[in-house]
């Protein structure tokens, strides 16, 4: 009787081992097969701060743009926020169709409005009422990877802000090691 009571708890170690070690070796596979799949669609450190981030409907789905000036069929709008719908701050990429390959696009004031180009909101910081501008004055966005068939999109961005119209103000902020990766032109 002991002998039985012994193999069957042996029995059901080994089979439970057994299943552990098949769940993790799927689990390895899973991961090869998501590799690009990230939680969040943007990432940034806006002044030494994390954030993390998808479009206002907690997606990584390009947006429409509301800006005339950045037309929907001209341009891509990455927008990432950080709270979801009413959340701040927020960066919004805008990619000129034109450019979409794989390379690095300065950003400055003078790309505003004109071909790709990134600008950060942030209303947290605003006085009384009285909003604080963010201008962007310097940067780059890196656009490593692109799949024209699948719509993906993939890169990173760094960029700098002013609270003003003049190359001469002073930076109030600073975005560094930013993420992005959306899938764009969805039906």
């Known amino acids: 009787m002991k002998v039985k009571k012994i193999n069957s708890v042996f029995i059901l170690l080994l089979i439970l081992t057994s ?8 689990d390895n596979v899973n ?4 590799e690009d799949v990230t939680e969040y669609a943007m990432t940034a450190k806006i002044n030494g701060v994390l954030h993390q981030m998808n479009n206002p409907f907690g997606t990584n789905e390009a947006t ?3 800006y005339s000036y950045y037309p929907n069929d001209q341009y891509i709008m990455l927008q990432g926020r950080f709270g979801g719908v009413f959340g701040t701050p927020e ?3 805008w990619i000129n169709r034109n450019d979409l390959e794989v390379g ?8 505003n409005a004109v071909t790709t180009h990134i600008d950060l909101i942030d209303n947290s910081n605003d006085v009384l009422g009285e909003p604080v501008s963010e201008n962007t004055v310097s940067g780059f966005i890196s656009i490593d990877f692109i799949d024209l068939e699948t ?14 119209g003049s190359e001469n103000d002073p930076i109030n ?3 560094t090691e930013g ?6 032109d969805v039906e």
Request: some cysteine.
């Open 64 to 66: 429409s743009s509301i």
């Open 179 to 184: 993420t992005f990766n959306y899938v764009y």
């Open 31 to 34: 991961e090869n097969i998501n």
């Open 91 to 93: 960066i919004d990429i």
């Open 151 to 164: 719509k993906k999109i993939r890169g990173t961005f760094e960029f700098n802000t002013i609270d003003g």
């Open 19 to 26: 299943l552990s070690c098949s769940n993790s070796d799927d």
């Open 173 to 175: 902020f600073r975005i």
């Open 104 to 111: 690095v696009y300065p950003v400055d004031l003078d790309t």
